[in-house]
């Protein structure tokens, strides 16, 4: 299963960009921790398998509350495991470690079942085979052992994406739009397929939950930093990675004025849409 694409993209500048602002992102993504760790049911002396941990800040919640427990946090970017790690070591947390490898296809080692809880903040859309991956990750849980994770629904169901994104493509045009499975943010916007990749890959008693949380577009920055802050993002190198500077500046405004509404004293404050899925090995 490689996935060379996302290799190079999340060790790339990609990657870097989630390290250099990764307080930011924190920020923006905290609303959905809790309800995550609470999916999972996580107790004190759970085991628990973070996919997709990026800079660690679920892993780091969830090895808070299974304090006797242990938190095992595995990225295939090797510049958000070193900040992960580093943050840990910062803020104290002892009982978690972060792994540099591709969770879709790594041998995870020691006896098999050694995981009580898998989950995943935005972490699982990604794989190039995700029935494959899926059933090499229920190799790493105890039978019965529980699944939890948040992923995206559609981007026209995100306002914090389709506000930004209504304002720039009348300036800069449309891009071509990925394959409708293709590894990405929003590859598992239909929970049919969700449903359907789990089932495939072993999982039981799967539930789908439509989640709201409210999100501040640029963690909490003001309005003009936090446009600046979104045009660095993915979307915003994809739509403006080749446009003048000109067109960029007129992009950016239009943005602007889009988020102006939502803009307040704490930032600019958007809908998300999510789905939370649990499900049993």
């Not at 870097?16 to 996580?42: G, K």
């Not at 679920?58 to 808070?64: L, P, V």
């Not at 840990?88 to 809880?117: I, M, R, Y």
Request: proline residues 7%; contains cysteine; charged residues 25%.
């Amino acid at each position: 299963m490689q996935n060379d694409e996302q290799f190079e993209y999340w060790n790339g500048p990609e990657g870097q960009h989630w390290v250099d602002r990764d307080t930011l992102f924190d920020v923006m993504l905290e609303p959905f921790v809790d309800p995550l760790l609470d999916a999972a049911a996580i107790a004190t002396t759970d085991r628990v398998l973070d996919i997709g941990c990026g800079n660690g800040a679920t892993s780091r919640a969830a090895a808070r509350r299974a304090a006797d427990g242990r938190v095992v946090g595995v990225d295939i970017s090797a510049p958000m495991v070193t900040r992960a790690r580093e943050r840990a070591e910062s803020e104290g947390v002892g009982n978690v470690e972060f792994l540099h490898a591709d969770a879709q296809d790594h041998e995870f080692t020691g006896v098999p079942g050694s995981f009580d809880v898998l989950i995943s903040r935005f972490g699982v859309m990604f794989f190039a085979d995700p029935v494959a991956a899926f059933a090499n990750l229920g190799t790493a849980l105890r039978p019965d052992g529980r699944l939890a994770f948040v992923c995206w629904q559609s981007l026209f169901a995100n306002q914090w994406v389709a506000v930004p994104a209504a304002a720039l493509l009348p300036v800069v045009g449309p891009s071509d739009p990925p394959p409708p499975d293709a590894p990405g943010p929003f590859a598992f916007a239909d929970q049919d397929r969700v449903r359907s990749i789990l089932d495939a890959a072993g999982f039981t008693r799967i539930e789908v939950e439509d989640l709201h949380v409210p999100v501040l577009a640029g963690g909490g920055l003001p309005l003009d930093e936090a446009v600046a802050f979104l045009g660095e993002g993915g979307m915003g190198k994809r739509l403006l990675g080749d446009v003048d500077a000109p067109t960029r500046d007129r992009a950016l405004g239009a943005v602007r004025d889009a988020l102006e509404p939502f803009a307040g004293v704490d930032g600019v404050r958007l809908d998300s849409a999510a789905w939370l899925v649990r499900a049993c090995r």
